[in-house]
Each structure stands twice: as C-alpha cells, then as structure tokens.
C-alpha cells in the first residue's frame, strides 16, 4: 500500500535505493509507525539523507497521502457520538460535530457557503472566526474546514503541504552569497607569495638547536587560480540579466583568486571579446587566447541557444571571420581543459542543435547551487 510513496519520491528525483526502502517496511512492520505524523518522520530519517532534499520529500508525502488521513481517535469518537445520545448532546454543546465523513463535511460547508450572505464572528454554525462553527478559522471546533488564518492542531499532510524547507533545494536561483561561497570552492593554493616568518617551524627548529634561535621563513599561501568569466548579453540572455549579474559580482568581490577577467560577448564567441559593450572597449580574442595558461579556470555564460549560422557559420559575425563561433569555442577549449559552461535556461530546454553542440566542447551545467558546485568541482580537477 505504501507503493505509491516510492513512485513519487522517485519522481521527485529522490534516489531511494531498495535498501533504504526495505529498511523502512522493515521499521513500519515493527510498528515504528503508528499514525500519519509518525509515519511522515520515519518515512524521511530512512529515505532523505540530505536537508536539501526535503521539500522533493514533502512534495511526494503531500501528493501521496493528502485526503486519505483520519485520526483513529476521531474515528472513535464520531463512533461513539453516533451511538450515545447524551454524549453526543454533551459534545454538540461543547462544540463537537458529528460529521462521519469528509464529504459530508465538505457538503455541508457548501450549503452554509450558500445560506450565509454577511460576515460572522463567533457562534456555532456559520463560516467566521471564532465560536465553535466548524467552518472558518480561530475557533474551537473538534473537526471542520480551516476557511483563511491560522489552525490549532497540525497533521504530517499539512506539514508537508506547507513545504516549509523549500528554501534548502539545490536548485533554487543562486544569490551573491551563494555565488562567493561556491567560488571559493575553487581556491588552489600553493606557497608562491612573499616571504613570512613560520612561528611554530622556528620554536621547533630553535629548541632543536639547543636554544640557538634559528629563524625559518615560508612563502604565504597564495590561490594560484586565474579566473576568466566569460558571459552571453542581450537578446535572449535579457530575462537572465539579474542572475548573471549576481555571478559577476560575487567573482568580483572573491579576492582569494590570482588574477580575475571577465569579457563579455553576444550568443557566441567570435573575433573580439568586450570589456565593455557601453564603451566598445573590446580586445582581439586571439590575444584573450594567447594569454591563457594553465592556472587559467574559464567560466562561460550564456543560454546556448541561438540559429544555427550564428554558432556554425564563419561569416556570421564579420565578413572577414576565419573561423565560425563553434571553432572559437573549441580553440578555448583545447587551450584550457578546465573550462565549464553554465546554462540560466532549465536542463528540459537544452535539447537544441547549438546547445547540444556547445555541450560537446564544454562541461555543461545548469545555473542553481547544485550545478554551480557540480561545476566547480570539475574545475579543481578537469579532466
């Protein structure tokens, strides 16, 4: 019966594993889980190993079990108010319903809705706040239908609908914070700066010699790394404009890197690259490309998606071009291995012949947190 809860975890891209999952029959045929609420804890201790991945979790509980819960207590009592006439007097009194089912329940919210022509505070019988109508909010009914504001009791169903750690995906659009952390993921360093003075080394050395103070003296830790953001503007880039934006000036602010250079360019690299569109303070690719090393990290830009001439054609761009946008980018990619491609657009709209083809020449991966750490971590080791 809890089948239907596989299926849809998968469906959320969980990798539940037959493992995890017989665990968790296991745990549920050894009664670890005797309601909803417990079910919805267990279920996500057993099949989540990560916080980033709990709102796929309540994304599928929500889907798999919303409107098949009814608390065995209530079920008792509607039972015994059906049956004790006092009891259910005493319980209609107090506030208590007597509803067996939610359709009924939902039918007779329907004719209230229908019947009911001003607002209501308090009460018993008419959708409001207050009072102990079972139809409104804030009240003090046993059972009913939440109508705006805020409820009293909690159920796993509403937890998970409410999809409170929606914040924690992975691909969720990245903010300047998120751009700097990731970055500094890239930091390679090495003992190539200036000269300092190892205390710990000298005290050691020192005592060593006897007391004879010896000074010894390293080179700092400097990032070796030189960061080269290379970023699509305009035309169909434009609705990606604040993203892009976020990046370049979380790579700004990221001092730790050797040297940083960013260019931009229009769908495809072709025989300039610019520093500034504004100003047409633009540089000869074929420099840009002699001057690359192999410290160099490159990060481009850009949706991809353009005609096929513009990536394919050597004529495109200027009258004079030898090569076409697609050649250019392979002479990138030949010069530095470690080189990505990140994409603003959703991976389902990749399937295009440009962007197909410019993912054969670079490493491509989607613009959220997930992919950017996915793309840093080829950088430190490209291959």
């Known amino acids: 019966m809890f089948d239907p809860l596989l299926y849809n975890l998968r469906a959320q891209g969980l990798a539940v594993g037959l493992g995890e999952w017989l665990s968790f029959v296991d745990a549920l045929r050894k009664g670890l889980a005797t309601n909803l609420e417990e079910l ?22 929500a889907a798999t079990f919303e409107g098949l819960a009814l608390d065995p ?75 705006g504001g805020g409820g009293g009791g909690r159920s796993a169903v509403q937890v998970a609908g409410e999809r409170r750690w929606k914040n924690y995906r992975t691909d969720a659009i990245l903010d300047v914070r998120d751009f700097k952390v990731a970055l500094r993921a890239l930091r ?26 010896e ?9 070796r790394v030189r960061l080269v953001l290379l970023m699509d503007a305009g035309g169909s880039m434009s609705p990606h404009t604040a993203l892009v934006s976020r990046l370049f000036t979380a790579a700004k602010e990221t001092k730790t890197f050797k040297t940083f250079e960013h260019y931009y360019f229009h769908n495809c690299v072709y025989q300039f690259l610019y520093r500034d569109f504004e100003n047409y303070d633009r540089r000869p690719t ?21 005609a096929t001439w513009e990536l394919f054609s050597a004529g495109y761009a ?8 697609l050649e250019w980018l392979e002479c990138f990619g030949q010069r530095c291995p470690g080189s990505i491609w990140l994409n603003p657009d959703p991976e389902r709209f990749w399937n295009h012949p440009t962007v197909n083809a410019i993912g054969k020449v ?10 950017l750490r996915r793309g840093i971590q080829f950088l430190r080791a490209p291959r």
Do not use: C
């Not at 003992?191 to 005592?207: V, Y």
């Not at 200027?318 to 946008?325: L, Q, T, W």
């Open 40 to 61: 919805y804890a267990l279920g996500r201790s057993i099949l989540v190993h990560s916080e980033n991945h709990y709102d796929q979790y309540d994304v599928a509980f």
């Open 73 to 147: 207590k209530l079920k008792e009592a509607l039972e015994a108010w059906l049956t004790d006439p006092k009891l259910f007097d005493a319980a209609r009194a107090a506030g208590q319903h007597d509803f067996s089912s939610l359709e009924e329940l939902m039918e007779a919210l329907r004719k209230t809705l229908e019947a009911q022509t001003e607002r209501h505070d308090g009460g018993n019988r008419w959708v409001g706040t207050g009072g102990t109508s079972p139809f409104g909010h804030g009240g003090r009914a046993n059972m009913g239908v939440r109508v």
């Open 188 to 213: 390679h360093l090495a003992r190539d700066g200036r000269e300092q003075l190892d205390l710990p080394e000298t005290i050691e050395t020192t005592s060593k010699n006897a007391g004879d103070i």
């Open 215 to 223: 000074l010894v003296f390293k080179k700092e830790r400097a990032n």
């Open 286 to 306: 074929a420099e840009v490309l002699r001057d690359l090393t192999h410290e160099h990290r490159l990060v481009f830009v850009g949706d991809a998606s353009m």
């Open 318 to 325: 200027f009258a004079d071009a030898k090569r076409s946008g």
């Open 362 to 371: 670079f490493r491509m991966f989607p613009l959220t947190l997930d992919g």
